[in-house]
């Protein structure tokens, strides 16, 4: 008798999400440095980046001097690996790390802001693989165009020789601006600088903007690059020694 | 005609927690003003299965039947909410009843929520007044410090919120959004805001406030209606500027 399972035993469940595990961990600081390099400075890189791109409009050779300004800059390479490749690569690692533990659950709870949070792994992905595609093709192979400004505008124009290039282009630009914008406002969510119901619609409305503006930029970009007569990419016959084959 | 409507019901069972679960499928004739608390009531007077066979009566967490007591959350049609409110009229059928699934099965439809009584406790969810000698009256709350609260206040503990939430699982062990409520208003309470550094801090530990994704499922399925994003966003702007403003206090 003493041996029977008494039903006085407490039911001792086991396993279940953990409790808060306070004052333990680097969590909270990795997330928002992820979070912070998100704005700063990959945001800041994008706008500069999208701006650039946009001397496009201005023709070849505006296009030429901006590449000549920024390929000007001291200390050009220190500046692209702590200011751009650097924070992408923790951003997206971090980021597919944070994708990878979270449960999304849209098909049960088909809300908004839960399609915006799927939306959000989904466009940072695909920017992701955009830019690993974007920058072998521009800035790691082919001819440097750090040393030869004046090749940029037809090289980007090579790009666009496959309509799947074209689409892969902009899709790119759409995730990467919708990525950012969204970013944006989740940033002013989670960092408490719109805390209200009201103030985060607000700014919604302006992410929405933000969002629209750079794909708006990006697609006239695109448009002159795809208008304007092919330019010649490779360096001139005097260059020829340092020039890289594709 | 004499066919009288009925009800159906298909309801995940689970004899202990290690068991394997299995569905049962139950048909009782239709009523009205018929809720799910009812309705389990009326298989338990007469646990039979649809198709004859004599089973256990269900079981559940249930107590005031309004609402308020926060215990009968489940999945009903694959969606977290109180069955108390749940009311077979506005369901499809046949009504698919599951346990939270985030929360581990003690038997059926009843699971262990302990893990929110844990984050209250380590997120310091109370007033800190004991003492050996009275204290005397508190400090004033004005009118509208009372009006930001109240809301905060009528947070049941029926861990919805934590159950739809995609951060809320075992990878993140995500503290969920209703402690983080819990910070806010026990923060606003100006007897309670002498625990609120070690509320920040606790928050600032794995698993804390960081997690939160952002996807506002907590505030759209809160059967109170308690503005958790809101929560979340003050809270989330307390712990920062506690964060940042320690970079250079400490």
Same mark, same amino acid.
């Given at each position: ?50 701006? +650039? ?31 751009? *490749? ?54 790691? +192979? ?60 607000? *700014? ?19 448009? +002159? ?22 | ?31 009205? =003003? ?18 004859? #066979?004599?089973? @256990? ?63 209250? #406790?380590?997120? #310091? ?16 709350? @004005? ?12 947070? /049941? ?14 990878? @993140? ?6 402690? /983080? ?10 007897? =309670? ?38 929560? /979340? ?10 964060? /940042? ?6």
């Amino acid at each position: 008798m003493a041996s029977a399972p008494s039903s006085a035993t407490p039911v001792k469940v086991e396993s279940g999400v953990a409790p808060l595990r306070a004052g333990q961990g680097h969590s909270f600081l990795l997330r928002r440095l992820h979070s912070l390099t998100g704005i700063v400075p990959i945001g800041f890189f994008l706008i500069e980046h999208f701006v +650039s791109n946009a001397f496009a409009t201005k023709g070849p050779g505006a296009y030429t001097k901006q590449v000549e300004f920024l390929s000007g800059f001291p200390f050009v390479v220190g500046l692209e690996l702590f200011g751009i *490749w650097l924070p992408i690569l923790y951003h997206s690692l971090y980021g597919f790390y944070i994708w990878h533990r979270g449960e999304s659950n849209v098909a049960d709870y088909p809300w908004a802001g839960n399609w915006m949070y799927a939306a959000q792994r989904w466009t940072g992905a695909v920017a992701f693989f955009y830019m690993v595609w974007h920058t072998w093709h521009l800035r790691f +192979s082919g001819v440097h165009i750090l040393t030869y400004p004046a090749s940029a505008f037809g090289k980007v124009q090579m790009e666009f020789q496959h309509p799947w290039a074209i689409a892969f282009y902009a899709l790119g630009i759409i995730c990467a601006s919708w990525h950012f914008a969204y970013g944006l406002w989740l940033f002013a969510a989670k960092w408490g600088i719109a805390q209200g119901p009201i103030a985060r619609r607000r *700014w919604g409305y302006v992410c929405v903007i933000i969002a629209i503006g750079f794909i708006a930029v990006g697609a006239v970009t695109m448009y +002159s690059f795809l208008t304007t007569p092919q330019q010649p990419y490779q360096p001139s016959a005097g260059d020829m020694d340092s020039f890289t084959m594709r | 005609m004499a066919d009288t409507k009925s009800v159906l019901f298909k309801i995940r069972r689970q004899d202990s927690p290690d068991s394997k679960p299995h569905w049962e499928e139950f048909e009782l004739p239709w009523h009205p =003003g018929m809720n799910m608390i009812s309705s389990m009531m009326e298989i338990a007077r007469n646990p039979v299965t649809r198709d004859g #066979k004599p089973t @256990t009566p269900i079981t559940y967490d249930s107590n005031c039947l309004e609402e308020v007591c926060g215990s009968c959350a489940m999945l009903i049609n694959g969606k977290a909410r109180m069955a108390c409110s749940a009311l077979v009229d506005k369901l499809e059928q046949p009504i698919r009843l599951e346990p939270l699934s985030k929360f581990p099965v003690i038997r059926d439809l009843s699971v262990d929520r302990s893990v929110l009584f844990e984050n209250l #406790k380590r997120v #310091k969810a109370w007033v800190p007044v004991d003492g050996t000698y009275d204290l005397g009256s508190g400090p004033r709350v @004005t009118m509208e410090a009372q009006e930001e609260a109240y809301p905060l206040s009528r947070c /049941i503990s029926c861990c919805i919120c934590m159950e739809v939430c995609p951060q809320f699982n075992e990878h @993140t062990g995500f503290v969920g959004a209703a402690t /983080i409520s819990q910070v806010r208003l026990f923060n606003t309470h100006p007897t =309670g805001a002498a625990l609120k550094r070690e509320r920040l801090e606790a928050l600032m530990g794995d698993g804390g406030i960081q997690e939160c994704g952002y996807a506002q499922n907590c505030v759209e399925a809160c059967p109170k209606d308690i503005p958790l994003t809101t929560s /979340i966003s003050e809270v989330s702007g307390a712990v920062m500027t506690q964060a /940042i403003g320690d970079l250079f206090r400490r």
